[in-house]
């Protein structure tokens, strides 16, 4: 029998325009989302269609879309409404909603809005060409089963918007969680961990096929286990032989360095509760290995991290802190912030802001608080934060977080690092644009390099956000 490895690595993509259906597909939210429409692209050329990047070159239009803020769903149906002026020129044109909005919403979408055609949660996209089938035979077609198994490991995904040198893998999907302000459990459904073999089969297609950096992915990836398949289990309740066989994320981490030498190795997101000193000593110990770690602390208050369900205490946190720089010192940390939880006060604020300059964050993605129908919050806590307060208090963390920012990158001037070209600084323009092994970005003259290049840049100057350096 064909195995799923054999039909990965065999797997050809007809590039044959003629007779082509034409998809037009968006992404929206996290990495794990443009990763999926990578997922859905094959699937569908499997199909026989082809992507496009002008919309109204499309028959079928998805929208690969996010759930996480009510803002994030707001942009979606502005461009629900200006995608039905496009169904008016367009009449059979096929409009579907994708993702963890599509999941969410269920058939709200189809019913009430009247502007989609098609509804797929995020387990469902082996399902999309039957949906479009009904859909052409006059339907309205829908399919938001959540599943415990599908980690889409045997499909070989279409690289989207590709600049041929960085490449997201999925290791893992759902969350078993329940941060109680988050959406994800709900949308994506429980956590399961794909098949180490075909994940590392995917690092090598990467490789051999040019690219310099990947990215694993997983919405908790320190709690990634194998031990053979089927729906997620403890450690502790394997079997003597599930458990001697088992690979946890540090050993992925590891395999994944092995079979992809002098490849960047990156990886997201850890969990602060989770995050074990093995992994970080795997970092430490292979060198395309990549020191940043993205460490959402979301609060600095112990009382909001436990309203929040984190289960760590800021203790706990600045302990693993210190952890990791305990192994790696010069690693880079990253940060999520959310301002204005409820019963937030401004005491609270101070200590998130007293946290941020502790851990030294080189960046933060920073939001504030968004109360989503069905999470925990919603039942059970009041969004007692003001509108206007929740703002004031971003700003306060924004700028906290600027000078922390800006107080790391001056420190680098004069430092040489290595840094892997991704793209034109701004198009038409003589410089590059690409990232530091600590993920900080950093622009100097193109000289004699190309995309894809590990160039050394002497850094000579400094924003919040960017190096500014010469090759040497
Ligand atoms: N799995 C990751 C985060 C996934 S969501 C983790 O546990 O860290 C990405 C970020 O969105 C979160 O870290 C959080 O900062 C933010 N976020 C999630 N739900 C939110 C909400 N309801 N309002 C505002 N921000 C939210
Ligand atoms: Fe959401 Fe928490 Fe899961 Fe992250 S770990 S996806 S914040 S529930
Ligand atoms: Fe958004 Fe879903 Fe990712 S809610 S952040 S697209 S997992």
């Not at 797929?120 to 829908?142: F, H, M, Q």
């Not at 001056?410 to 590059?432: C, F, M, P, Y």
Request: aromatic share 6%; with cysteine.
């Amino acid at each position: 029998m064909e195995s799923i490895l054999d039909r990965l690595k065999d797997k050809k993509l007809d590039t044959s325009t003629s007779n082509k259906r034409k998809l037009y597909i968006e992404s929206y939210g996290c990495a794990m989302n443009f990763s999926d429409s990578e997922i859905i692209a094959s699937i569908m050329a499997d199909s026989g269609f082809q992507t496009t990047e002008d919309e109204m070159d499309a028959d079928l239009v998805l929208l690969n879309t996010c759930a996480i803020r009510d803002n994030a769903e707001q942009r979606i149906r502005n461009r629900l409404i200006h995608l039905k002026r496009n169904k008016r020129e367009k009449p059979n044109l096929i409009v579907g909603v994708l993702g963890c909005m599509a999941e969410r919403l269920k058939d709200q979408l189809l019913e009430e809005e009247k502007l989609v055609d098609l509804v797929a949660g995020p387990d469902s996209y082996r399902d999309l060409p039957k949906l479009i089938e009904e859909v052409n035979d006059g339907a309205k077609a829908i399919n938001v089963i959540l599943s415990k198994e599908e980690t889409y490991a045997d499909l070989s995904p279409v690289r989207l918007n590709s600049n041929g040198v960085t490449a997201f893998i999925s290791i893992m999907r759902g969350c078993d969680n329940m941060c109680t302000f988050c959406v994800v459990p709900f949308t994506r459904g429980r956590e399961r961990s794909r098949d180490p073999d075909s994940i590392v089969l995917e690092a090598k297609n990467l490789l051999d096929n040019g690219y310099k950096e990947i990215t694993l992915l997983g919405q908790n990836v320190d709690s990634y286990l194998w031990f053979g398949g089927g729906p997620k289990k403890e450690f502790k309740k394997l079997s003597t032989e599930e458990q001697a066989s088992s690979v946890d994320f540090a050993d992925l981490l590891e395999r994944v360095a092995i079979s992809v030498p002098g490849m960047r190795v990156r990886y997201s997101t850890s969990h602060p509760r989770d995050i074990t000193d093995k992994v970080v000593h795997t970092m430490a110990s292979h060198k395309n290995i990549c020191n940043h770690i993205h460490f959402p602390v979301q609060s600095g208050s112990s009382r909001i991290l436990d309203l929040m369900n984190r289960n760590y205490t800021r203790e706990e946190y600045l302990e693993k802190i210190d952890m990791i720089r305990g192994i790696i010192p010069n690693c880079a940390i990253s940060g999520d912030i959310i301002a204005g939880f409820c019963t937030e006060t401004e005491a609270d604020v101070e200590d998130t802001i007293s946290l941020m300059k502790q851990s030294n964050f080189c960046y933060s993605f920073m939001y504030t608080y968004s109360e989503r129908p069905g999470t925990l919050a919603a039942k059970k806590l009041q969004d007692d934060v003001s509108e206007e307060d929740k703002s004031k208090r971003l700003t306060k963390i924004i700028e906290a977080q600027n000078e922390v920012s800006k107080a790391i990158n001056h420190g680098l001037i004069g430092q040489t690092l290595e840094v892997l070209v991704e793209s034109e600084a701004k198009r038409g323009n003589a410089d590059w644009k690409g990232r530091s092994d600590e993920s900080i970005k950093v622009i100097f003259p193109k000289a004699n390099h190309a995309i894809g290049d590990l160039v050394q840049v002497k850094i000579t100057k400094a924003t919040t956000t960017t190096l500014i350096g010469v090759p040497v």
